[in-house]
């Protein structure tokens, strides 16, 4: 098959969480699989990044320098990476994580029905809905995913709800599936109004390749002059209030004083860094929880593996691939019931609280004292890490395709029969109406008034939806 995948943000960009990174390794495993993968994304600026960090297997394509475009514009560039075709558009402006790209118009013009099936990650950009609006046009399939961005939660629900409205409905509605990534993503569209029948159900994924060889404990300990007998509980995320940060801080202020909290991850910009540090000051905190730069790679690791346990206090999480990714380093975890991976970590390798700063005070003070709980769910990971691998994902997505290939087999003769038609009624149109206006001419004038009321009470014109 051949697939194109429409993210806003993708690799090396990664401060905007997992997204990126699942896309990436649903595409690498697709064509390991034998289909062909196209990903088409925003250029923010990943061009040296990628050339500096360039991976194993990842090789300089035929037209990774930037293409020229008609009167001299440049689209942007291409990489190949591990076999996954990328092509980056160039970026002419950015608001948050949206950008405007002049490049997708020419790209949905020329290349759009080169590919089987379209795969759409995320809202609130231009990129996908002007992709969806495309295949919509053309009969071409889509899947859309909506990342957990459907219901309008912390910050800007007016523009969100106005972009459902200009946008976003159309989108949906012109979806073959729909993908959640939780029963909690499920159960919120339902609850915005999609039809159950459209929305499958498949979980995120993690690369257990990446976990096999581990890092010695106490590098990350050492880097923050954490001592080794400290209880140490970590948060690796964006600062976004979405993610209970303000909750944690305020929960954490009420646990063992000897215990110490890291937060790392890069600013939101909606307030909650500031929220956090005006806390951390006002309980009187700073020499017990520290504030850290993003951490990825090999420090991501490392701070897995020297934590106590991993806390991820959301509000709001349509999967939660930070806890897995904790799991997988042998990490307990502490997870809130807005959590959609909280299912599966329950009771076995991790604790599942309520989103309150009471619940997580509880939960903070459980783990920090009960040693022996702690060892048990600390024993029960590599289960539950193995049940967590892209496999079973990447073989749910692959079925979905293929089911949606015959259609787009379907669709586009008949498509192309429509518009055939519709340029043969256009003539016939055209010649019925010369005539009409002939005819309709000679009666006017034998007729006078009356032809002037027939014409009154013509019957409007039927649009087509």
């Known amino acids: 098959m051949r697939i194109l995948k429409i993210t806003q943000t993708y690799f090396p960009y990664l401060s905007k969480g997992g997204p990126p990174a699942k896309v990436r390794a649903i595409a690498r495993a697709l064509v390991e699989r034998g289909h062909e993968v196209t990903v088409l994304t925003a250029d923010r600026g990943q061009k040296s990044e990628i050339r500096g960090q360039r991976s194993e297997g990842a090789e300089k394509a035929e037209g990774e320098e930037e293409r020229s475009e008609s009167r001299g514009q440049k689209s942007g560039w291409e990489v190949n990476d591990h076999g996954v075709e ?29 590919f089987d099936v379209v795969h759409i990650y995320g809202l609130y950009d231009l990129l996908g809905s002007t992709v969806g609006w495309f295949c919509r046009r053309r009969g071409i399939p889509y899947i859309l995913e909506p990342l957990g961005m459907f219901g309008p939660k912390v910050r800007s629900q007016r523009k969100k709800n106005l972009y459902r409205k200009l946008v976003g409905n159309g989108l949906f509605a012109g979806a073959q599936i729909v993908i959640a990534t939780s029963e909690t993503e499920r159960t919120e569209l339902i609850a915005g109004g999609l039809s159950d029948s459209k929305i499958v159900v498949r979980r995120n994924g993690i690369d257990l390749d990446d ?16 001592a080794l007998d400290i209880p ?3 948060f690796l995320g964006r600062l976004s209030f979405i993610k209970g940060l303000d909750l944690l801080v305020k929960a954490f202020a009420q646990v063992d004083s000897k215990s110490h909290l890291v937060i790392a991850g890069p600013d939101d910009a909606d307030g909650c860094s500031h929220e ?11 020499d ?3 504030l850290s730069a993003p951490l990825y790679g090999l420090e991501k690791l490392q701070a897995f593996v020297d934590a106590d346990f991993v806390v991820l206090p959301s509000r709001y999480e349509s999967f939660g691939n930070v ?7 042998g990490t307990p975890v502490l997870v809130t019931d807005e959590c959609g991976i909280a299912p599966l970590v329950k009771g076995s390798a991790g604790l599942v609280v309520a989103c309150s700063v009471e619940a ?6 459980l783990l920090i004292a009960d040693k022996s709980l702690l060892s048990q769910l600390r024993a029960g990971a590599p289960g539950v890490a193995g049940n967590l691998s892209w496999e079973e994902p990447v073989a749910a997505m692959e079925l979905l395709y293929e089911s949606l290939v015959p259609l787009n087999a379907e669709i586009q003769p008949q498509i192309n029969a429509d518009n055939t038609n519709q340029k043969s009624e256009s003539i016939r149109t055209q010649r019925a109406k010369g005539s009409g206006q002939r005819a309709a001419g000679k009666e006017q004038r034998a007729k006078g008034q009356e032809a002037r009321s027939d014409e009154n009470s013509a019957s409007p014109l039927e649009l087509r939806p």
């Open 288 to 290: 017990r929880v520290t």
């Open 86 to 114: 990328t092509v980056y558009l160039r970026t002419l402006q950015s608001y948050r994580a949206t950008t405007i790209n002049p490049g997708i118009l020419r790209f949905c013009a020329n290349r759009l029905r080169d």
């Open 323 to 329: 806890a897995a990714e904790a799991i997988a380093c």
């Open 276 to 286: 956090v540090k005006k806390l951390i000051d006002e309980l009187q905190l700073r």
């Open 232 to 234: 140490l509980v970590v």
């Open 360 to 365: 997580l005070r509880d939960g903070l003070k």
């Open 211 to 226: 976990f096999k060889t581990l890092p010695r404990r106490g590098a990350f300990r050492a880097e923050h002059n954490i």
